[in-house]
């Protein structure tokens, strides 16, 4: 005995399956819309006021002389500041973390402590940057303020980096080190870092960049706009450019965002180098094992 | 061959006599560097002291002056003005975050289905970076975004809308956050087995129901997580809704209407001429540890459910 097929249930089977499947692929197509859109967007309305003036300019009160350099500057001498602190504090955790620290309590603590700040909004940090740096410590609202309160900013994202790379050395490598009578420093020093710098150098440009582009806590510590000379110590003014392009975005006059979408076509060509940077070593130096 | 032997015999012992000589440096070495490095993961926890410190010193004296009823449940906030109600501000985040959720959530999870059960290796490979391209985006590109194309595009559906409005900066947060949920649900889907795929489809299934009935349940706990984590970006996200969403504290859950958020008064109170120790400079600390908490429940949900409803395979 044949049992009867009912076809038309596998028919609506079928039409549903491929109905759901163009409502995923256009959801995704619609995802991926908005970064073209956003992307075309600020090409056409920035790209006619990005010359080589608006890089050498300081902020100006007229559209036609106002450019980014003071905040470009303030952007590299920040990072100058931020990448050493932050690249010694985190890969030094994810060192302790990985190699030295006994699985007890307290590890465990600093593990999920790391996780939780990286969840802690930006903003908190500007907090933090404001009473620690800016008052109790009295730096003020200088380079050297914006720059440590960043470090702590992306710590928590270089150590978990770090970690992973760490992590990924296979553990022959370190016995075969320490069998031929390495300490466990020379093994550290000479086996795990240099194994895992490529996935460390990757993962701290990611998180580096994520710092270049962060806005909200430099407010909070005092990174101005109208900033006309380059930091000369740590202890000078300074701004940056995001804040720059976020002062040209608030003022009410529609010519001023052309100026905006210049500095941001500018911020995204120097995040794209970082990113593209950090792709390239990644995939040049990787051994995976 | 003597000879030979004795040279090496020579060697080595000149190698463990140099060794020798080194070894107090190296002994030293060895037992400085765990200091060093453990010193050095003690910043992250005295990061952590460090925030709620600053956040409890200023809070508690803000409280003060101002009392905790007032606060939590006054309904109007105007600072300037010596009005301390908070729930302006939290119903401004809350509303933001809906936005943000309801435009993130079916796009996200659709386009992580669609990468996860549908997409060739090929095309995963190239459009999952490319998604992911959108959360490295500057908030402040965002922000400039959403109030010079995402509203006056809505000006267009809503005529009496203003340009500062909480639905463009809430559009927005959603398309921020739409990698995040995408990424981390594509995750969870992919650690789902192929055997589980395999057994449904020989039963007859169809993609769509593998997707829906298999490897959804099945990864429910990963999803579920990444929707919590988008959330608390969503809450504690400043500069979309400091540039989009206006400055007007504003008890409403019309998203047409100007209003201020939790984060964006921190940045109005902390931009503007706030003089150090005035009630205004506490209250940003108030509104802060308001934000933290929020948003640190929200990140202890997410790694509860991640953990607690992991279905191992």
């Excluded at chain 1, 450019?241 to 975005?249: C, F, G, N, R």
């Excluded at chain 2, 993609?207 to 579920?224: H, N, W």
Aim: hydrophobic share 50%; glycine share 6%.
């Amino acid at each position: 005995m044949h049992q009867k097929v009912d076809s038309s249930l596998i028919k609506r089977k079928v039409t549903k399956n491929r109905l759901f499947y163009f409502i995923f692929i256009l959801a995704t197509l619609i995802s991926l819309s908005f970064l073209v859109i956003l992307i075309y967007r600020i090409l056409s309305q920035g790209i006619g006021y990005l010359n080589i003036d608006f890089l050498r300019n300081f902020p100006a009160p007229y559209i036609d002389k106002a450019g980014i350099f003071a905040g470009l500057m303030g952007s590299i001498f920040m990072i100058a500041i931020t990448a050493p602190v932050s690249i010694i504090l985190g890969v030094s955790t994810a060192l302790y973390l990985e190699e030295y620290a006994k699985d007890n309590k307290f590890t465990r603590f600093i593990q999920v402590n790391v996780q939780n700040l990286a969840g802690v909004p930006s903003i908190v940090f500007g907090l933090l940057g404001l009473t620690f740096f800016v008052y109790i410590m009295g730096f003020g609202y200088t380079l050297i303020s914006g720059a440590l309160t960043m470090s702590l900013l992306v710590l928590p994202v270089i150590v978990v980096a770090s970690q992973e790379a760490i992590r990924s050395v296979p553990q022959e490598l370190r016995e075969a080190s320490i069998g031929m009578g390495a300490t466990r420093w020379q093994t550290i020093w000479r086996i795990v870092l240099p194994t895992s710098i490529p996935g460390i150098i990757t993962g701290s440009i990611l998180a580096l960049s994520r710092a270049i582009g962060e806005t909200a806590p430099l407010i909070i510590v005092g990174a101005a706009a109208a900033i006309y000379t380059i930091p000369d110590s740590f202890l000078s003014r300074y701004t940056v450019m995001p804040i720059q392009i976020y002062s040209w975005t608030a003022r009410p006059q529609e010519e001023w965002q052309y100026v905006a979408a210049a500095g941001i076509i500018v911020l995204l060509i120097i995040l794209l180098c970082m990113n593209a940077i950090a792709v390239w070593i990644r995939n040049k130096f990787q051994k995976r094992y | 061959m003597v000879n030979k032997r004795d040279n090496i015999s020579y060697s080595v012992q000149d190698m463990i006599k140099k060794n020798k000589k080194n070894k107090g440096l190296h002994n030293l070495v060895e037992k400085l560097v765990p200091i060093f490095l453990f010193l050095c993961a003690g910043v992250s926890v005295i990061t952590t002291i460090g925030i709620l410190f600053t956040l409890l010193r200023e809070s508690i004296s803000f409280f003060r002056e101002i009392s905790f009823a007032d606060f939590y449940l006054g309904t109007h906030w105007s600072p300037w003005t010596d009005h301390f109600g908070v729930a302006p501000l939290i119903a401004g985040t809350l509303l933001i975050t809906c936005i943000a959720i309801c435009v993130a959530l079916p796009l996200g999870l659709a386009a992580a289905i669609y990468l996860s059960e549908y997409a060739s290796e090929n095309a995963r490979k190239v459009i999952k970076p490319i998604l992911e391209i959108l959360a490295g985006i500057p908030t402040v590109v965002y922000g400039f975004f959403a109030l010079t194309f995402v509203s006056p595009m809505l000006q267009y559906i809503f005529t009496d809308m203003r340009i500062f409005n909480a639905l463009s900066a809430g559009i927005v947060v959603g398309i921020m956050i739409i990698p995040m949920i995408a990424s981390l649900s594509e995750d969870a889907m992919n650690a789902v087995p192929n055997t589980l795929r395999d057994g449904a489809l020989g039963l007859g299934a169809t993609r769509f129901e593998v997707a829906t009935k298999v490897v959804l349940p099945a990864a429910f706990s990963g999803i579920v997580a990444s929707v919590v984590l988008a959330t608390s970006r969503a809450i504690g996200e400043t500069m979309i809704v400091t540039i989009a969403a206006g400055a007007t504290p504003n008890l409403t859950f019309n998203p047409t209407e100007s209003i201020q958020t939790l984060t964006a008064f921190i940045v109005q109170g902390a931009k503007g001429d706030t003089s150090y120790l005035s009630t205004i400079y506490k209250s940003i600390y108030a509104v802060g540890i308001t934000l933290f908490i929020f948003t640190l429940l929200m990140n202890i949900l997410s790694q509860y459910i991640a953990r607690r409803f992991k279905e191992d395979y």
